[in-house]
């Protein structure tokens, strides 16, 4: 049992570690892109588009040399779930244009809760005191590191609410689709990364043009700024299939507790990057952040622990029961048998 438990503790770490190095990576190759002491390619939603058609273009060529199945999935699926996943892309676009940063902050946080509230309602799961209690210690302390200034309006509210509740949605479908189709995380991805690739592709340009007033034909595209445009579409491979594996092996609600461990480290290399200020309020919500995903995992283990137990003693139980239920069946005479299922 040691030796099967420990390959997949090595794998669920590795998953992990992928998601957060890539997410991280990419957040500070972007970060020099877009910004204006960069090379300021202010155009995020074609951006998208260009992770997508890399990530489509790898799936098409390991399905094509055999490193990875096609499994059938109904197109209608594909196609509902790159609708949210994009309606995803651009709200949370729309939501820091129109927003303060602090409040786009606070929407991200929200989607902790929100998820949480979803899973509930579609999968019926619930989460004990621990888990809820080191969710709140996680949304304070990333709360306190991030949230500054909170501005907002009613578009920009409304742009929010479409984000939150999109992404959270496209979360938990991944690991939806996943187990009904029993398809893995990278077959998934290669699914839905053309359709997204084609959506983002046609749609992004007019999107960046409402959001910063400028086409990417005028962009000057310059040597370096290809390169890391190369750059950023090779570390959101790693994320994309990151992403997929991560809620393909827990849940949408661990990708987004645990998944603030890249806000964590932004922070930390913006301040040893580039020097962003990092103040004793920064560090103190970083502490506090990093202790309620401690405290997150322990509780989910702890739970994990529990329904492993359980079930043992369930089925010895149940097993005892059924003997119980054919002995008695056997003296019981035909008509109380019938009565008896009929009330059942």
Known sequence: MESEKK???????????MNVISSVGIIMAN??????????????????????????????????????????????????????????????????????VGFYQISKLSMIPVVC????????????????????????????????DVKVNAKGFLCACVAVFCTSLQQITIGSLQKKYSIGSFELLSKTAPIQALSLLGLGPFVDYYLNGKFITNYRMSTAAILFILLSCTLAVFCNVSQYLCIGRFSATSFQVL?????????????????????????MGMVLAVMGMVIYSW?????????????????????????LL??????????DVELSESKG
């Open 7 to 17: 390959p997949s503790a090595v794998s669920d770490v590795g998953a992990w570690a």
């Open 31 to 100: 970060k020099q892109l877009m910004s204006s002491s960069g090379y300021a390619f202010s155009f995020a939603t074609t951006l998208t588009g260009f992770h997508f058609t890399v990530t489509a273009l790898v799936g098409l060529v390991s399905n094509a040399t055999g490193l990875s199945a096609s499994k059938y999935v109904p197109m209608w699926e594909l196609l509902w779930f790159s609708v949210v996943a994009n309606m995803s892309i651009a709200g949370m676009n729309f939501s820091l244009m129109l927003n303060s």
């Open 117 to 148: 509230v979803m899973e509930w309602i579609i999968n019926n799961k619930h989460y004990s005191r621990k888990v809820k209690m080191s969710v709140v210690v996680v949304v304070i302390g990333v709360g306190v590191c991030t949230v500054t």
């Open 259 to 283: 998944g603030h461990m890249k806000t964590v480290c932004v922070l930390t290399l913006g301040w040893l990057l580039f020097d962003s200020e990092m103040t004793f309020k920064n560090i």
């Open 299 to 323: 509780a989910v283990e702890a739970d994990r622990s529990n329904a492993r137990t359980l079930p043992l003693t369930k089925n010895s139980l149940t097993e005892e029961e059924i003997r």
């Open 326 to 335: 054919k002995e008695g069946v056997e003296n019981t005479p035909v008509k």
